[in-house]
C-alpha cells in the first residue's frame, strides 16, 4: 500500500511537470488554467514527498520573480524552495529564499511571517547557526499559535527543542519534543517531523542534524 501511494504522488507530480511545460510553451491559456508557477510548485512538492529532492529542486532553478506577476504565488514558490534547500543540505540558497519571502510579503501578514521564520530558523539550525535560529523559531512559535497555524507550530517546537538539547536544557528539550511529536501525530501523521520527534535526545544525541518538517 505504501509503495501504491508513493507510486500515486510521484506520478501526480510527474503529471504537474506536464502540465507546467505545456502551460509555458502554450501561445494562449485559458483562465481556469493555474499559471506555470504554481504547477511547478506543486510538482515540486509531490516529487520531494517520495524523496526525488533533485528532481524537485531542478524544477524550480533560475529567478522566481521572472516566472510569475503573481507577489502570492512567488512567495509560495520561495517558501517551497527553501524548504527544498534546506533538505538537501544548500542552506545558502533555502537563506536567499527567506530574504527573498521577507521582500514580497507585506508586514501585516503575520501567518506568512509565521512561515517565513520557521523556514529561516530551519535552515539556520541545518548549518549549526543555532544562536541566530533561536529567535526566528520563537517568532513562528507565537504567530504559529496566534493563527492556529499548527504545521508551524509544530516545526518551531521541534526546532526550539533541538536548541535546548544543544543547551543542555533537556528537560525543556523533552518538553518541546513531546509537543512536537503530539502535534505531527495528530496533524501530519507520518511526516518527517513526527518521526524526527519519536525519539527522545540525551546528551549523548545532542547533537545538529538536518531540520525537518513541511510547507
Partial sequence: MAAEQGYAIAEAGHWYAVAASLRGSARTASADVPEK????????????????????????????????????????AALTRCWLGTTVGDTAQALRDVE???????????????????????????????????????????LGAKYADIRTVGKAHALLGMRASLQGLFSQALGHDQTALAIAMAAVPGSL???????????????????????
Avoid at 508557477?37 to 520531494?48: D, G, I, K, N
Avoid at 517520495?50 to 502570492?72: C, I, K, P, W
Avoid at 529561516?120 to 523559531?137: F, H, I, K, V
Fill in 37 to 76: 508557477l504554481p504547477l511547478l510548485v506543486s510538482a515540486a512538492t509531490h516529487l520531494a514527498a517520495v524523496g526525488q529532492t533533485a528532481r524537485a529542486l531542478a524544477l524550480l532553478e533560475g529567478d522566481l520573480t521572472a516566472m510569475s506577476d503573481t507577489r502570492e504565488e512567488v512567495l509560495r
Fill in 193 to 215: 517531523l513526527g518521526q524526527s520527534c519519536s525519539s527522545v535526545r540525551t546528551p549523548a544525541a545532542a547533537r545538529p542534524r538536518t531540520a525537518v518538517a513541511t510547507t
Fill in 100 to 142: 527573498l519571502a521577507q521582500r514580497l510579503v507585506s508586514a501585516d501578514d503575520e501567518p506568512t511571517w509565521a512561515r517565513i521564520c520557521a523556514c529561516q530558523a530551519m535552515a539556520l539550525g541545518t548549518c549549526s547557526r543555532w544562536d541566530e535560529a533561536e529567535a526566528p523559531a520563537r517568532v513562528a512559535l507565537d
